[in-house]
């Protein structure tokens, strides 16, 4: 099988279930590659050793639940999708797959030709952009990616560092940098005069941990870069 072909892994301890669905998406094999856990700790050992363009897991399963799976993946992964799936549906339980980072939340039963048309759209679609940032500033991006209202996980690399800022319609809600997490982190990526960015579109936050609009921060961040020039 082709090694740049996508890679979509089924996460649930019903194994015939999970079985089921690897061969009726198997019809798919020309577009994505299908692998299987049974459990949390298999899913997690497949995201260490694979590139895994998108996650379904099941939310109860016996060790690790999918919603704390799917905070983890968020956290460590955070270029991979997620859809949650569970036959326990409620208000609640999709509103807060929705805050941790899901894209989609399908309740089972669901028919599998719904399901194979979503993995499509997500992993079908290159969306986003790629690009370096020389001359440009980061802010610029940022700005543009604010007053386009997008929803996108902005992942800023630079000399062997990482840095993602994640925005929801517009604002910016959360960042992480190394240990560093919140307003600290952003002021920390900003800081960097050079480096290179991917902007994975549709990507919500895992959490919420910065609370100023995004103009405030913006000029807070050159108000600071002017004071070390």
């Not at 460590?76 to 805050?99: C, F, H, L, R, W």
């Amino acid at each position: 099988m082709a090694d740049n072909l996508k890679k979509v892994l089924i996460v649930d301890d019903e194994e015939t279930l999970t079985w089921s669905m690897a061969r009726s998406l198997s019809k798919d094999k020309d577009n994505y590659e299908v692998l299987i856990a049974n459990n949390g700790g298999e899913a997690l050992n497949f995201l260490e050793k694979n590139k895994i363009d998108l996650v379904i897991s099941d939310i109860r399963m016996p060790d690790i639940n999918g919603l704390d799976l799917l905070v983890k993946i968020k956290k460590e992964y955070p270029q991979t999708k997620v859809i949650i799936m569970t036959a326990y549906g409620s208000a609640d339980v999709q509103k807060e797959a929705n805050q941790r980072g899901s894209l989609y939340y399908v309740e089972k039963p669901f028919e599998i030709s719904d399901l194979r048309k979503i993995i499509i759209d997500l992993i079908g679609k290159k969306k986003g952009f790629r690009g370096k940032v020389f001359g440009l500033q980061l802010t610029d991006i940022i700005q543009i990616n604010c007053l386009s209202r997008l929803t996108t996980a902005l992942i800023i690399t630079r000399d062997g560092e990482k840095g993602v800022i994640y925005l929801n319609e517009g604002e910016i809600i959360h960042a992480e940098c190394g240990e560093q997490k919140g307003t600290d982190a952003f002021y920390k990526i900003l800081d960097w005069q050079e480096g290179e960015f991917v902007s994975n579109v549709g990507v919500t936050p895992p959490i919420q941990t910065i609370y100023q609009n995004w103009e405030h921060l913006l000029v807070e961040a050159m108000r600071r870069n002017d004071d070390k020039s």
